[in-house]
């Protein structure tokens, strides 16, 4: 409890944390730090993943990248256990996600889906209870060779534990086949992956280590409490990358949305740099125009507001407050990641992680451009 006391914001008791290490990992450097955690498992490996992918039409899948060396963690003795999503209003992602899912099964993996009627949008790694890997990044092509994307590697039993237990509660509601009325898939569409020489990607160099941390979990509704807490008590800076961020305007009557918009609008007022940077890539234009709405709500207060480079779909979750708290998770800003799904973050308190993901949100900015993208003015 010193660190808290000396870094000057005070967290509410009732938030689980632990003292621990941890790396950031962003972009491309997840699939070798994913692979080097597969490889040295020895008990067990548990894995919620929103979005799992194979591309048997390619030479090079990426899918396959990732199931060799979970079927050589099997074949070893390694217990792989995954929980997929298959809420069903996205049939075919679940379909999708099945084909890995089979992948792992005919290995000797044990495989479950999620609740039809809840969206698991976790992206979360648990690996010998011990390290847990936790963000933004689904197991797809364009996640893992495009995308900017945040994540954390996090080394605490404490932690690994408590995601654990987390995934144990979704289990006790879980499937072990998608229902018949889902259909079937025999592989992705090829639009799903494009030749790498089309692919866009932004380079960011590697946390070469663990740095210690006060690390607190924030699944689901957490995530907007620990936040609110986090903005409300911000002394000098708050920076914001996001995928995705909706206002409401008389859709919900009470939603979460509302309560992020008016602290970072408070935080100005009170002179706290508020700046954010949301994703303008053409892959999802509809997107792009909510953000927008959501950054000229901001705008209007005087709050720095950015899109990011329209060539690469900006797929991170992550809040930066006073250069000390990272927030790295799986949870948009939309009224059903806040409210609804089932969503897996952390918040950490380090310098040096603070650090490291503020170059990464500097250089996304450099890239950006504080206009709408010009596919924007133009459509």
Same mark, same amino acid.
Not at 15 to 32: C, D, H, I, T, W
Not at 50 to 71: H, V
């Given at each position: 409890?010193?660190?808290? +006391?000396?870094?000057?914001?005070?967290?509410?008791?009732?938030?689980?944390?632990?003292?621990?290490?941890?790396?950031?990992?962003?972009? !491309?450097?997840?699939?070798?730090?994913?692979?080097?955690?597969?490889?040295?498992?020895?008990?067990?490996? $548990? +894995?919620?993943?929103?979005?799992?992918? =194979?591309?048997?039409?390619?030479?090079?899948?990426?899918?396959?990248?990732?199931?060799?060396?979970?079927?050589?963690?099997?074949?070893? #003795?390694?217990?792989?256990?995954?929980?997929?999503? @298959?809420?069903?209003?996205?049939?075919?992602?679940?379909?999708?996600?099945?084909?890995?899912?089979?992948?792992?099964?005919?290995? #000797?993996?044990?495989?479950?889906?999620?609740?039809?009627?809840?969206?698991?949008?976790?992206?979360?790694?648990?690996?010998?209870?011990?390290?847990?890997?936790?963000?933004?990044?689904?197991?797809?092509?364009?996640?893992?060779? &495009?995308?900017?994307?945040?994540?954390?590697?996090?080394?605490?039993?404490?932690?690994?534990?408590?995601?654990?237990?987390?995934?144990?509660?979704?289990?006790?509601?879980?499937?072990?086949?998608?229902?018949?009325?889902?259909?079937? +898939?025999?592989?992705?569409?090829?639009?799903?992956?494009?030749?790498?020489?089309?692919? &866009?990607?932004?380079?960011?160099?590697?946390?070469?280590?663990?740095?210690?941390?006060?690390?607190?979990?924030?699944?689901?509704?957490?995530?907007?409490?620990?936040?609110?807490?986090?903005?409300?008590?911000?002394?000098?800076?708050?920076?914001?990358?996001?995928?995705?961020?909706?206002?409401?305007?008389?859709?919900?009557?009470?939603?979460?949305? $509302?309560?992020?918009? !008016?602290?970072?609008?408070?935080?100005?007022?009170?002179? =706290?740099?508020?700046?954010?940077?949301?994703?303008?890539?053409?892959?999802?234009?509809?997107?792009?125009?909510?953000?927008?709405?959501?950054?000229?709500?901001?705008?209007?207060? #005087?709050?720095?507001?950015?899109? $990011?480079?329209?060539?690469?779909?900006?797929?991170?979750?992550?809040?930066?407050?006073? #250069?000390?708290?990272?927030?790295?998770?799986?949870?948009?800003?939309?009224?059903? @990641?806040?409210?609804?799904?089932?969503?897996?973050?952390?918040?950490?308190?380090?310098?040096?992680?603070?650090?490291?993901?503020?170059?990464?949100?500097?250089? =996304?900015?450099?890239?950006?451009?504080?206009?709408?993208?010009?596919?924007?003015?133009?459509?």
């Amino acid at each position: 409890m010193m660190l808290l +006391i000396f870094f000057a914001i005070k967290i509410d008791s009732s938030f689980f944390f632990s003292e621990g290490l941890a790396k950031a990992v962003v972009n !491309r450097n997840y699939l070798p730090e994913l692979i080097s955690l597969i490889n040295s498992a020895q008990k067990t490996l $548990d +894995i919620f993943m929103y979005s799992a992918r =194979i591309y048997p039409d390619y030479e090079e899948d990426i899918g396959e990248y990732i199931l060799k060396p979970l079927r050589k963690a099997i074949k070893k #003795g390694v217990k792989v256990r995954i929980i997929l999503e @298959a809420s069903d209003w996205n049939k075919d992602n679940a379909l999708k996600n099945s084909l890995f899912g089979n992948e792992i099964r005919k290995a #000797g993996g044990e495989v479950v889906y999620d609740p039809t009627s809840i969206t698991s949008h976790d992206k979360l790694i648990v690996i010998d209870s011990i390290y847990t890997l936790v963000g933004s990044m689904n197991w797809s092509f364009f996640a893992l060779q &495009s995308n900017n994307e945040a994540s954390v590697l996090v080394k605490s039993k404490d932690i690994g534990l408590y995601f654990l237990k987390y995934m144990a509660e979704v289990k006790k509601h879980s499937m072990k086949n998608l229902p018949a009325y889902y259909g079937t +898939i025999e592989k992705p569409s090829v639009e799903e992956k494009k030749k790498g020489s089309e692919v &866009s990607s932004m380079p960011f160099p590697p946390q070469d280590k663990f740095y210690s941390a006060l690390i607190y979990p924030i699944p689901n509704r957490e995530y907007i409490s620990f936040l609110h807490e986090l903005l409300t008590q911000a002394e000098k800076s708050i920076k914001i990358l996001m995928l995705s961020a909706r206002i409401y305007l008389n859709q919900y009557k009470y939603n979460a949305n $509302d309560i992020i918009i !008016r602290d970072l609008i408070a935080a100005k007022e009170r002179g =706290i740099d508020v700046e954010i940077i949301l994703d303008g890539s053409s892959f999802n234009r509809f997107n792009t125009m909510d953000n927008k709405r959501f950054l000229d709500t901001l705008k209007v207060h #005087g709050i720095k507001t950015y899109f $990011d480079t329209p060539d690469i779909t900006t797929h991170a979750k992550m809040v930066i407050v006073d #250069g000390k708290w990272s927030i790295v998770s799986s949870t948009n800003w939309s009224y059903h @990641a806040l409210e609804l799904n089932d969503e897996a973050g952390v918040a950490l308190l380090s310098n040096k992680l603070a650090h490291y993901y503020t170059k990464y949100f500097i250089k =996304i900015k450099q890239k950006g451009s504080q206009k709408p993208p010009e596919w924007y003015r133009e459509w």
